[in-house]
């Protein structure tokens, strides 16, 4: 089985920074892309950003520019940086792992995270 460990977030001031990170534990042999999602209560799950294996980045509108999305191949990881939160940016963020192949297998699967709470204040 595989894991999504998030870590980070926590209450921001406007204007401020702040990241999360994400790390994918299992009998893994690739995962074609990781990335975060948010949702903020009663609205529908978003895509923040995303990262192909190959550095291939995806940014939802409302973060182009602010946030970064970087990620370790070799470890399995994938990191968030947002600045010049907003408090809009309030969510629930979760990791995302796409097309995540499992050793022995041919198998593909998607995971998610748990979630990790990110409180922009005014």
């Known amino acids: 089985q595989v894991q999504l460990v998030e870590s980070g977030g926590g209450l921001v001031q406007a204007g401020g920074s702040l990241s999360v990170s994400c790390a994918a534990s299992?009998?893994?042999?690739?995962?074609?892309?990781m990335g975060w999602y948010r949702q903020a209560p009663g609205r529908q799950r978003e895509l923040v950003a995303s990262?192909?294996?190959?550095?291939?980045?995806n940014y939802g509108d409302s973060v182009k520019g602010r946030f970064t999305i970087s990620r370790d191949n070799a470890k399995n990881l994938v990191y968030l940086q947002m600045n010049s939160l907003k408090v809009e940016d309030t969510a629930i963020y979760y990791c995302?792992?796409?097309?995540?192949?499992?050793?022995?297998?041919?198998?593909?699967?998607?995971?998610w995270g748990q979630g990790t709470q990110v409180t922009v204040s005014s």
């Open positions: 990262i192909t294996s190959g550095g291939t980045r």
């Open positions: 995302n792992a796409e097309g995540v192949v499992l050793v022995g297998t041919l198998v593909i699967s998607d995971y």
């Open positions: 299992g009998s893994i042999t690739s995962i074609n892309a």
